[in-house]
């Protein structure tokens, strides 16, 4: 078990810096490209935004071996990490000191997964589902990330950021279920797995999901889109945990109630973090670049010769 928490852990950095590129490969897209593929073929002609999707296939492969070592309600409340990590990376990058805000919120929200943890201890999740169980719950968040979409027709960019948020937070715990049922087919043979329908699934879902994030960083405040994406994920996934796969959570006493507060007080840490200005103040990729060239010219020596 503690190779998933490792593994999901290192997940977490990779989603972080995942959001950072991605969010600078979409940013300047054209609006009307919301909810259409050309605002995939648009960011597919960035640099920012390919080297964001290779880190997102590293963060994939992470949080699939995490899985074959733990369940879904081990690793996916881990990966709410990602808004520390993207703060501490923000931070060190620009060279801006964390605030009081930043460890505030980090230590809060590592507090909350730490105790929700302990408090939990959760065990079981080794159950094959039939495929009734996969249809409902299919079904069910299918239906859910198709009414969030739809009340993205309405309201302020932030508004529209958090719902298409919270889409992609569905898609990628739909997703982390297809990965754990894989799993658990490998145990029973290799040759079982590519004529099983689950990684078909995975693709469809992960595929969504990684439409619909890029739609949340494109529609509006970083804040908003990381929010939901980092809150609405490991909720869904505890779910679908429960339902499907047989985990178990300790509830008796005051585990259940102390659970319940964990949980938010570490959704409580991941909101403070999401508005702190490390994160709502992105730069655009042209910011950056001219950050770099600024840090570059700073470390040259005095009087040096840049070749033209």
């Known amino acids: 078990m503690v190779m998933a928490y490792v593994l999901a852990v290192m997940a977490a950095f990779s989603n972080a810096m995942t959001t950072i590129l991605q969010r600078l490969g979409v940013e300047t897209a054209p609006a009307d490209t919301t909810l259409k593929f050309s605002l995939i073929t648009y960011a597919m002609r960035r640099k920012v935004w390919l080297l964001g999707f290779l880190v997102l296939i590293a963060g994939f492969l992470l949080q699939f071996t995490a899985l074959h070592f733990g369940r879904l309600t081990d690793v996916q409340p881990i990966l709410t990490l990602e808004l520390p990590f993207l ?41 094959l589902p039939d495929l009734a169980d996969w249809l409902f719950v299919s079904g069910g968040c299918v239906v859910a990330g198709a009414a969030a979409i739809l009340l993205t027709r309405i309201g302020s960019p932030a508004w529209k950021a958090a719902m298409f948020g919270v889409s992609a937070a569905i898609a990628y715990a739909l997703s982390a279920a297809f990965i754990k049922e894989m799993n658990l087919q490998i145990q029973q043979g290799w040759t079982t797995v590519f004529v099983h329908w689950a990684p078909y699934a995975l693709a469809a879902a992960g595929l969504a ?37 047989g985990d178990h959570l300790a509830t008796d006493g005051v585990r259940g109630p102390g659970e319940a507060f964990a949980l938010l007080v570490l959704f409580g840490g991941v909101f403070w973090l999401a508005r702190s200005p490390l994160v709502a103040n992105v730069k655009s990729e042209a910011d950056m670049e001219q950050h770099m060239l600024s840090r570059r010219r700073r470390s040259e020596p005095a009087g040096a010769v840049r070749a033209p």
């Open 87 to 127: 703060v501490a990376i923000l931070g060190l990058w620009f060279r801006h000191p964390l605030g009081w805000r930043e460890w505030a919120g980090s230590v809060t929200a590592a507090a909350g997964l730490a105790t929700f943890l302990f408090l939990a201890a959760p065990s079981g999740g080794s159950e």
């Open 209 to 245: 999901g990684v439409f619909l994030s890029q739609n949340a960083f494109h529609a509006g405040p970083i804040t908003a889109s990381q929010s939901t994406l980092v809150i609405v994920d490991p909720l869904v996934s505890i779910a679908i945990g429960i339902s499907l796969f």
